[in-house]
């Protein structure tokens, strides 16, 4: 089960923490990733963490403004966005696929949450 947490209404410029809480799936044995999609678009990875304390991926729109982390013992796995409009404004959805993964798209995972809505506005 994965279960998303943290989205709402932010400022543009303001920081935001997405958790999605993890039961059933192992970090040692699966990956990991954070997608949106926008209405009207496709649904896209944001960052990706790869089994076993692997490899992490962003999107190029991502870098250096969303971290991924983790932590392993309460099976949490966050996404702390510096957010810039209109672009950040999606459904956010966690998301898990056994083993490791090669890049952060939404056809290498399984497992989905449910989403959860993020707003940049003033």
């Known amino acids: 089960q994965l279960v998303e947490s943290g989205g709402g209404l932010v400022q543009p410029g303001g920081s935001l923490r997405l958790s999605c809480e993890v039961s059933g799936y192992s970090f040692d044995s699966y990956s990991i990733g954070w997608f949106r999609q926008a209405p009207g678009k496709e649904r896209e990875g944001v960052s990706c963490m790869s089994s076993s304390g692997g490899r992490k991926n962003h999107a190029d729109s991502a870098k250096g403004r969303f971290t991924i982390s983790s932590d392993n013992v309460k099976n949490i796995v966050y996404l702390q966005m510096n957010t810039r409009p209109p672009e950040d404004t999606a459904m956010y959805l966690c998301?898990?696929?056994?083993?490791?993964?090669?890049?952060?798209?939404?056809?290498?995972?399984?497992?989905w949450g449910q989403g959860i809505p993020v707003t940049v506005s003033e």
């Open positions: 998301a898990a696929v056994f083993g490791a993964t090669i890049f952060c798209t939404a056809i290498e995972f399984v497992y």
